[in-house]
T-cell receptor, first 115, second 111 residues
Framework: AQSVTQLGSHVSVSEGALVLLRCNYS??????LFWYVQYPNQGLQLLLK??????LVKGINGFEAEFKKSETSFHLTKPSAHMSDAAEYFC?????????????FGTGTRLKVLA | DTAVSQTPKYLVTQMGNDKSIKCEQN?????MYWYKQDSKKFLKIMFS???????INETVPNRFSPKSPDKAHLNLHINSLELGDSAVYFC??????????FGPGTRLTVL
């Protein structure tokens, strides 16, 4: 069965500093991987996705993630944090193996940006 | 011109009541989902329908019953509500394994 682990339920960075949110997955088949952002009291918005094309994926709002098969990782980065980046971030893997395409979500990482 | 919409946004009710949450998508997707987000923000799939056919039914109490009248709608009916049902419920839609688009959520509070 596929699974996703997000290391660090809370991450704090200073405004302008590098953002690094960690995601590791386990999958018996080549995965589809996603990062979503959830702002307070809102739904989930797609940041970026990996679907077996380029291993470095660029998303919205200056975020990017690199798929590393050898490390089974899909970490999310942004060179310079803005106050508006404060939110909950979820990594997800699409469970294609079951034929049903359900997402398996990580437990989320709350990003706090300090002025 | 909302892609995935849910009604109501907030739902406050007493234990034992029956309630429904509606979801509609105008993206032309063939697959729709219901997720539950608990108080610790953990998201878990509950159900999925593909072209009105149930394809995912996770370990969910049978008090929860999804209904898909057509492929643009997926409603969630909950009987005999319990305190533990309090959560945010998200509807989503997709084309097969690709990106899922989420609705704004329905915050259910059971008193």
């Amino acid at each position: 069965a596929q699974s996703v682990t997000q290391l660090g339920s809370h991450v704090s960075v200073s405004e302008g500093a590098l953002v690094l949110l960690r995601c590791n997955y386990s999958s018996s088949v080549p995965p589809y991987l996603f990062w979503y952002v959830q702002y307070p009291n809102q739904g989930l918005q797609l940041l970026l996705k990996y679907t077996s094309a380029a291993t470095l994926v660029k998303g919205i709002n200056g975020f990017e993630a690199e798929f590393k098969k050898s490390e089974t990782s899909f970490h999310l980065t942004k060179p310079s944090a803005h106050m508006s980046d404060a939110a909950e971030y979820f990594c997800a893997v699409s469970d294609k193996g079951s034929g049903t395409y359900k997402y398996i979500f990580g437990t989320g990482t709350r990003l706090k940006v300090l002025a | 011109d909302t892609a995935v919409s849910q009604t109501p946004k907030y739902l406050v009710t007493q234990m034992g009541n029956d309630k429904s949450i509606k979801c509609e998508q105008n993206l032309g997707h063939d697959t729709m989902y219901w997720y539950k987000q608990d108080s610790k923000k953990f998201l878990k799939i509950m159900f999925s329908y593909n072209n009105k056919e149930l394809i995912i039914n996770e370990t969910v109490p049978n008090r929860f019953s999804p209904k898909s009248p057509d492929k643009a709608h997926l409603n969630l009916h909950i009987n005999s509500l319990e305190l533990g049902d309090s959560a945010v419920y998200f509807c989503a839609s997709s084309i097969t394994a690709d990106t899922q688009y989420f609705g704004p959520g329905t915050r259910l509070t059971v008193l």
